[in-house]
């Protein structure tokens, strides 16, 4: 399917916008995503507090409208029903491409399934980023985003990737952290890994040793901010 890269709202024809979004420091969004923001009739957000300072910082104005885990299901068709209208919609998750471990999948999967035509607008993303900061090798390697709310999903997701041998990247919060490296350390073992912390803000924090000595610094201080994680392949 082609794209048209300058349109936005035409009668009788909406399109949505997939727009990457800092993950952190303002400043690394582009002209392209701050001109897109702009001129969409509506922004679908994951976070509208959160999208909400991001316009504010460039006195964009554009009308906000919720879109998250716990609504998608009634909203998405929603929204999609506004683009077949003529709307054009900029879908953005709470930080970088949306798509990658939020609710912008179903949405964009319901625009292909209706034909609306899908332009996306490249942004930062807290997963490549880690990634080279780790140290581990970057031709090939595994996203497993979160590895799930309950001990026995994390568990299970973990001795899937026993015998993988790539590096392993997964993302954390900081509310369970403590709770998935003593795990990750029961069935992957002692690796060395590297975690990822407030990444491109002010207290952005590299931490690179084995998984033991990880968990170590985050009993004796309170975990903040979210973790990307990268785990060592077996060797």
Do not use: W
Request: a positive charge; hydrophobic letters at 35%; charged letters at 30%.
């Amino acid at each position: 399917m082609k794209t048209n890269n300058t349109r936005f709202s035409q009668k009788n024809s909406g399109e949505l916008y997939i727009v990457g979004t800092p993950i952190g420091n303002l400043k690394d969004v582009s002209f392209r995503v701050l001109d897109t923001l702009s001129k969409v009739d509506l922004i679908a957000a994951e976070d509208t507090r959160h999208t909400r300072k991001l316009l504010s910082h460039y006195n964009i104005h554009t009308s906000l409208t919720s879109f998250y885990e716990h609504n998608q299901e009634k909203k998405g068709p929603y929204l999609i029903k506004k683009i077949k209208e003529g709307t054009s919609l900029a879908l953005v998750s709470k930080a970088g491409m949306p798509g990658i471990s939020d609710p912008g999948y179903p949405l964009i999967k319901m625009a292909i399934e209706n034909k609306i035509p899908i332009i996306a607008i490249p942004g930062p993303c807290a997963l490549l980023l880690a990634l080279i900061y780790s140290g581990f090798p970057t031709e090939r390697f595994v996203f497993e985003g979160f590895l799930g709310r309950t001990k026995k999903e994390r568990i299970k997701k973990l001795k899937e990737l026993v015998k993988e041998k790539r590096p392993i990247i997964i993302y954390e919060s900081p509310h369970r952290i403590n709770k998935t490296l003593p795990e990750i350390k029961q069935v992957l073992g002692d690796r060395q890994i590297a975690i990822a912390r407030e990444l491109t803000k002010k207290f952005e924090e590299i931490i690179r040793d084995k998984v033991s000595e990880v968990e170590k610094i985050f009993t004796k201080k309170k975990p903040r901010g979210e973790f990307t994680l990268i785990i060592e392949g077996i060797k």
